[in-house]
């Protein structure tokens, strides 16, 4: 079975500056790995997803993430944030079927934005 | 298109109460999940389904069964509520497009059990 681990519960970061989130999964093959957002009271929105090739993907919102197997992390990115981007960060992990029976999460990290 | 939508928003059930979560999605798809989300847990799959008239357990699926009678819709019941399953419950769909299942989520039904 394969599990997510999101080691900081919380980051605040301020506005502009750089961000990185973490994720380490667990997975004995190539695993499918995905990064969600939730705003307040909102459902979940993917923001991007690896599952073969270029180990650095780009997602929305001006979001990437680089794949490292010899690390198991696929830890996710922003040059430079934006108050916008205040909300929950969940990194998920699909086994062979790419998710086909369903996703495991990680606990989210919170976000908060300093002026 | 309204993607996926769930009904209702908010419920607020009382002990041994029952109740059925309706979700629904315009997109065809053929699978449908049901995840449940607790502060500091993330989301756990209860049910799933890879299409119509199929079902089978996730990773919690004790006190709440599933029904997909037909292929737009996904229903969650739960037939003797607990304060345990107060909780925000998640719908999702998804096809196998491209070599992967990108799931589409719903925003969410807010369950207090008393």
């Known amino acids: 079975a394969q599990s997510v681990t999101q080691p900081d519960i919380h980051i605040t970061v301020s506005e502009g500056a750089s961000l990185e989130l973490r994720c380490n999964y667990s997975?004995?093959?190539?695993?499918?790995l995905f990064w969600y957002v939730q705003s307040p009271g909102q459902g979940l929105q993917l923001l991007l997803k690896y599952f073969s090739g270029d180990t650095l993907v780009q997602g929305i919102k001006g979001f990437e993430a680089e794949f490292k197997r010899s690390q198991s992390s696929f830890n996710l990115r922003k040059p430079s944030v934006h108050w916008s981007d205040a909300a929950e960060y969940f990194c998920?992990?699909?086994?062979?079927?790419?998710?086909?029976?369903?996703?495991?999460f990680g606990k989210g990290t919170h976000l908060i934005i300093q002026p | 298109n309204a993607g996926v939508t769930q009904t209702p928003k908010f419920r607020v059930l009382k002990t041994g109460q029952s109740m059925t979560l309706l979700c629904a999605q315009d997109?065809?798809?053929?699978?449908m999940y049901w995840y449940r989300q607790d502060p500091g847990m993330g989301l756990r799959l209860i049910h799933y389904?890879?299409?119509?008239?199929?079902?089978a357990k996730g990773e919690v699926p004790d006190g709440y069964n599933v029904s997909r009678l037909k292929k737009q819709n996904f229903l969650l019941g739960l037939e003797s509520a607990a304060p345990s399953q107060t909780s925000v419950y998640f719908c999702?769909?998804?096809?196998?497009?491209?070599?992967?299942?990108?799931?589409?989520f719903g925003p969410g039904t807010r369950l207090t059990v008393l």
């Open positions: 389904s890879v299409g119509e008239g199929t079902t």
């Open positions: 997109m065809n798809h053929e699978y």
């Open positions: 999702a769909s998804s096809s196998y497009e491209g070599g992967y299942n990108e799931q589409f």
């Open positions: 997975y004995g093959a190539t695993p499918y």
């Open positions: 998920a992990v699909a086994g062979a079927g790419g998710g086909a029976d369903g996703l495991t």
